[in-house]
């Protein structure tokens, strides 16, 4: 097995160390760890997950179990598929062998992935419809693992095809179409703000601070560590919400997935029904998917839209072929269109470009000048979508106990340039 030098990335605010042989059980009893010391390897992992502090802070192995097996920990609401399945043809013995730079040398792929140095689970790319790569090197391919905040897109798509249907105006303000809104921090914030994270409210991602804007959101939607004084829901929570403003709407990023539930909210809002069912409708249902989908929702059936969305990673392939040209190969009706991708392409917030030209748009993490667009989720996960150039890439993945994974965006994004760029 090749040795490949990894790129250390930055961890989580709380780290609990964990090893299977090792007898140590988060907030167990003695005598649950009798029963930990000879139970089954299932078994032991559920017992295993952190009951002290935020559960999705395990590392390692752990991690990586519960990452493909969230459906066995908590609750969550199904996203149904419908009719024939579309079929992913694979391209043939005619595409070249992806390849990575690393500090070695050129790897292949599969190669990079299957390293000690890696920790992704899975991956796939598409190019023009078809499967270039696949590879399931900690996983199996019929397994449904958590994709976190990827899932961001997910409202902020629904958002868009509302927007074009004309049953949401984007320069008003959200409060417009949520009044419950009116008496929170967020009221007067346009849509269009909040859908590219630049509210100007004090209230972006923190897992430190237990009271927090973002913590105490955390604790209502059942994401954080909650204890009696929790808030119950996250409706109540924001209606009555107290955010410092820190800067002007619409002037600076701000990370914050609180932005993310509104969106979700406001869909629940147009549409009066769950937004778990909006998405079947108007998504889901429509790209072939070979399996249903689901939403982690801790709390009251809630799904979390901020970052709880699970597939298995040829559903989700589908899903991102619909930003592509070869949407047809999935769907019957061109759900994101032209006029979407022009807007997520060319027309950012221009106090949201980067010095590198790229920007961040309706909740993707970045766009770049040739079309490369990427959202990210917490612990491994990614999407990667160029319409430009007609390519998909999933893939997802977990932390080591020393987050020494190997970094894959950078060296997986400069291979499908190389490779597939006319």
């Known amino acids: 097995m090749i040795q490949l030098r990894p790129v250390k990335t930055i961890g989580a605010a709380f780290v609990c160390n964990f090893a299977l042989q090792t007898p140590v059980v988060y907030g167990q009893d003695e005598h649950q760890l009798n029963i930990f010391r000879d139970a089954p390897y299932t078994s032991a992992r559920h017992l295993s997950v952190p009951v002290d502090d935020i559960w999705w802070t395990a590392t390692g192995d752990q991690m990586a179990w519960m990452h493909k097996n969230v459906h066995q920990i908590f609750p969550t609401v199904n996203v149904y598929r419908r009719g024939r399945v579309s079929i992913l043809q694979t391209a043939g013995q005619n595409v070249d062998v992806l390849q990575v730079e690393t500090e070695e040398g050129p790897v292949e792929l599969d190669e990079f992935i299957s390293s000690e140095a890696s920790a992704i689970l899975g991956m796939i790319v598409l190019h023009r419809g078809k499967i270039v790569f696949e590879s399931y090197p900690r996983m199996q391919p ?47 914030i346009k849509v269009r703000n909040i ?132 949407y047809e190969i999935v769907s019957n009706e061109k759900i994101v269109s032209d006029e979407t991708l022009n807007l997520l392409l060319h027309q950012p917030n221009p106090n949201l470009v980067n010095i590198d030209g790229s920007h961040n748009s309706y909740q993707w993490d970045r766009i770049d000048d040739d079309g490369f667009m990427f959202k990210g989720g917490w612990g491994g996960q990614g999407l990667v979508v160029n319409p430009i150039l007609d390519v998909v890439a999933v893939y997802t993945g977990y932390y080591k106990d020393d987050f020494s994974q190997a970094e894959v965006l950078d060296p997986l994004i400069a291979t499908l340039r190389r490779s597939f760029a006319e």
């Open 195 to 326: 859908l590219d994270m630049s509210s100007g409210l004090d209230c972006q991602d923190d897992y430190s601070n237990r009271k927090s804007c973002y913590y105490q959101y955390s604790m209502a939607i059942g994401d954080g560590y909650r204890d009696e004084a929790s808030p119950d829901n996250p409706y109540d929570f924001l209606r009555t919400l107290e955010a410092q403003r820190v800067s002007d709407q619409g002037t600076s990023f701000s990370y914050s997935g609180v932005n993310t539930f509104i969106l979700s909210w406001l869909i629940e809002s147009i549409a009066q029904k769950p937004f778990h069912d909006v998405f079947t409708d108007e998504v889901w249902s429509k790209i072939g998917a070979e399996s249903d989908a689901s939403f982690l929702a801790y709390r009251y059936g809630i799904p979390l839209t901020h970052g709880g969305f699970l597939s298995n990673m040829r559903d989700m392939a589908r899903f991102g072929l619909l930003f592509t040209p070869s």
């Open 142 to 188: 019929y397994e449904k693992p958590i994709y976190w905040s990827v899932t961001k897109i997910m409202p902020a798509l629904l958002v868009r095809l509302f927007e074009e249907r004309g049953l949401i105006n984007t320069a008003r303000a959200i409060d417009s179409y949520i009044p419950e809104l009116s008496s929170s921090a967020f009221s007067g």
